[in-house]
C-alpha cells in the first residue's frame, strides 16, 4: 500500500465559525467543561472548496480523505457527487484507458455511482470516498485528479490535482499562460477542466493531461488527441511569424526523453515537412541530448541576437555634406556602430566591409523630432519627386554615418523640439534582402536641442514588456522593412508614432493603437479577410503584454496624427487615450462616451505647424485610471494567473 500525506491542516477560521471560548476566563474551572458551541454546518453551496487531507493507492482503489467549505469558509454536509481520475505513466509515457478499451488497460475513474464506491461523511464537512480502479496498485505512477460537488445544492469545485510524477511534462502552465494568460475564463475548448493543485495554484498542462495524455484512444488513451498533438499542431496556425520549430517558446527546459515517435511525426505531417528522416534521428535519440536542438534556425537567429548589440549617436550637423541635387550643404546625421559580444571585451565590426559582403542588408538611422517623451516628426529618405534626401558617410572606425538634408525635414514646423535617432541593422538569413526574414537590430539616440546641446536621455513611454511580441512571434524575423518584435516592438515605434502618419490599412494611427487593432480590432481582418488568431485570445487579458499595469495618467497629454482613423486622408489628429481605446471599442456609442468626456477624433491640425504642442481635452483617466471607481483594471486583466 502506498500512503501520500499531502496535506495540510485544515484550514477553520475562528472568525468564521464565531468561536468564542474561554472568554469568561473560566475554562475548565468549578465544572465548567470550556467547551465552544460546534460551528455551523451548511448543505449548499455557490462555491465548493476542497481540502485534501490524504489519499492512499491500493490494491484496484484510490481512497481519499477530503474536507469541503462553502465560499464563506464554512463546512458543508449532505455531499452526494465526487469524481476521480487516475492517468497512468506507462512506458508510452501518460495514459489512460476508456473501460471498453480490448487490451492492457491503464489508469482508471471513478464516481458515487460507480460499483463497489463507496462516499462516507466521517464527521461535519470531512469525506472520504473509495474510488474502484481495477488496473490501479500500489506502486502506480502518474496523475491523480478529483473533483467534487456539481449537484442542485452543492457547485462542482475545481479539478484538483492531488499528486503527479515529478518530470512528469515538458511544458508548464506558465508557457502556456504567456498566451492564454487564464484558459479558465477563456472561450476555448473545455476552459472547466482547468485544474489546481492543492495548493490552489493553477496546473493546467496535468489537468489536460488526465484525458489528452501521451497516448490517443485507439492505443490506450482516452481522447483521439494527445496533448503533444494539441500543442504542436494546433499552433501551426498562426497567421504572422510564427516558428512551430521553435521549441523554446513552450519548453523552457531541456527535453531528454521523446515517448513516442507520432510526438514528432504528427508535428512534421501536419507542417508538410518530410518526415523520412526522422525515424532515423529518433532511433540514434540519447536521453542526454536535448531535443530542441534539432530544431536550430530560430537558435541561430537568436545567437546572432545575443552576440551583437547597435548604439546610436546623438544627431548632430556635418556642414560640409554636398548635395547637388538640391543644390545647398550641409545636414543632420547620426553614427551607428555594431558590435559583437563573442569575446571577453566587445569588439567594433566595420558595417560597410559586412555590407558588402552581404552579411548586412540594411544599416541605416532616421532622425526624429522629439517633444514630451513623444516622436513627433521626421524627414523622408526621399522627397515626393523621388529625390534622395539621405546619405551614408563610412568612417574609419567602422561605424556608419546617416545624415539628412536640411530642407523640408527636420527642421521644419520642429523649431521648439528635441532631435533624436533611431538605428536598424539588419543580418540577412534568408534569399531575400533581409528586411522580413532578417535579424534587425535598434537603438535609439539621446536628445539634444536645435544646437546639439544634450537635453535628456531618450525616454519614450513604452508600456508593454520586451518580451510582449516575442511570446508569440517567436521566429526572431522581421514584421516588416526590417523592424523587428524584439524588446516589446521598440524598432517598429521608429515608424510607428504620434507624428509619423502611418495608415496601416487603415486599422489604427501610431504605435499602441495600430497593435491594439491589428490583434483585436478592425485590423485584425485587415491583412486576409479574416479575423487573425489573436481575436480567439480574450483581449481583455492586457497583462499579455502591459505586466506592469497601465498608468493613464502617464500618457503624455499630446495628440498622434491620425490618418489611419480617417480613411487614410491626412490632416487630422486624435487624442492618445481615445486612439488606444477606440482601436478596440469603435462602436458609436463607446465613441461618444469618449468625446463626451473631452476625446478628440480626427480633429483637423496643421501638420507643418506645431499641433505636437497643443494639449488635448480628453479627461478618461479621471474615472479610468488604475484604482478610481471604473479603473480600467475594473475591466481589464492586468495580473497573471497564478
Known sequence: MRNFNRCKAALIVAAAFGLAACTDGKDGSDGEDGTSPLPPVVEATEITNVEMLSHTLEEGAVRFEFEVTNEEGLLVSGLEKVSAEVAELTDKGIARSRPDFEGTIAGGSANEATEGASLTMTESGRYEFLAPMPAVNAGTEGIIRIAVGGGENIAKS?????????????????????????????????????????????????????????????NGGYARNSMQKIGHINHQKFEKDFEPANCYTCHAEPITKVNSMNTCTDCHEAAGVGSAAVAMTYS?????????????????????????????????????LVWDEHETTGGWCTDIALFNTEGETAVQLNIAELYAAGTLTYAGAYIHAYDNDSIVGRPSPRDSGGVV???????????????????????????????????????????DDGGYDGVSLTSYSDVVDSNEELLQEYNRRHSVTLDSCTTCHNNETNYHKNGSYSDGGLGCVACHNNGQDRSSKNSAPGFGPMVHSMHWGVGSSAVTGEPNSAT??????????????????????????????????????????????????????ALNHMISNGGELNLEVDTKGEWFTQPTSESCATCHAEGRSYGIEKYHVFDRKE
Do not use: W
Open 158 to 218: 475545481n479539478y484538483i490535482i492531488v499528486d503527479k510524477s515529478e518530470g512528469l511534462h515538458t511544458t508548464s502552465t506558465a508557457t502556456c499562460h504567456g498566451c492564454h494568460v487564464d484558459y479558465a475564463a477563456s472561450k476555448l475548448k473545455h476552459p472547466s477542466y482547468t485544474a489546481i493543485n492543492t495548493d490552489g495554484e493553477t496546473d493546467l498542462v496535468a489537468g489536460c493531461m488526465v484525458c489528452h495524455g501521451n497516448v490517443v484512444r485507439d
Open 284 to 320: 540514434s535519440f540519447d536521453e542526454s541530448d536535448d531535443v530542441r536542438l534539432f530544431h536550430k534556425k530560430v537558435g541561430e537567429r537568436a545567437d546572432i541576437r545575443e552576440q551583437h548589440y547597435t548604439t546610436t549617436s546623438a544627431p548632430y550637423t556635418d556642414s560640409s
Open 536 to 589: 480567439k485570445l480574450n483581449a481583455e487579458n492586457c497583462v499579455a503584454c502591459h505586466a506592469d499595469g497601465i498608468d493613464l495618467n502617464a500618457v503624455p497629454n499630446q495628440y498622434m496624427l491620425s490618418k489611419a482613423f480617417n480613411g487614410g486622408q491626412s490632416g487630422v489628429a486624435t487624442s492618445p487615450i481615445t486612439a488606444n481605446c477606440f482601436a478596440c471599442h469603435n462602436n458609436d456609442q
Open 389 to 431: 534626401n539621405s546619405q551614408y558617410v563610412e568612417k574609419d572606425d567602422g561605424s556608419r554615418a546617416v545624415c539628412y538634408v536640411r530642407l523640408d525635414g527636420i527642421d521644419a514646423g520642429f523649431a521648439n523640439a528635441g532631435f533624436t535617432a533611431s538605428s536598424r541593422v539588419t543580418f540577412k538569413q534568408q534569399d
